[in-house]
């Protein structure tokens, strides 16, 4: 059996000047055959904002969690609640962060992997068509 590429889309030139930004992307599913097609209509903007502190369940997994909040909470001995929270926040965001990059890193390693295994298939699938073919 062969595989068809259907993964694909059309524009015309007027619809590229009206979306003049709009990005296609070919995402790897993991439990289909069938590879989605992401249409982005406009650019992102990467601007570095200040976001508000979010607690990632995924960092009770981690090691360094009970290090960083007795780390950060003890900093200041005699500041209140707020200073201390205040630590707190900055430490663990500055932690998080580097396990978000490891996270990335990760996901895009598995990602390629699961990209090659894909072509592997294709290509072993391909091989046994032409086997069975040429008897």
């Not at 595989?3 to 694909?8: A, C, I, P, S, V």
Request: hydrophobic share 35%; aromatic share 8%.
């Amino acid at each position: 059996m062969k595989e068809e590429k259907l993964d694909r889309a059309m524009a015309t030139q007027f619809w590229h000047d009206f979306l003049p930004e709009a990005q296609l992307h070919n995402i790897i599913a993991d439990r289909s055959d069938h590879y989605p097609i992401l249409l982005k209509l406009c650019a992102e903007n990467r601007r570095r904002i200040m976001k508000e502190f979010k607690f990632e369940n995924a960092w009770l997994l981690e090691e360094g969690l009970d290090a960083v909040v007795n780390d950060s909470w003890g900093k200041e001995i005699h500041s209140d609640i707020l200073q201390k929270l205040n630590n707190c926040t900055e430490e663990m965001n500055t932690w998080g962060g580097k396990l978000r990059s490891r996270y990335r890193d990760e996901i895009e390693e598995y990602r390629k992997e699961l990209e090659m295994m894909r072509r592997n298939t294709v290509l072993a699938q391909n091989n046994k068509y032409d086997e069975v073919r040429s008897k």
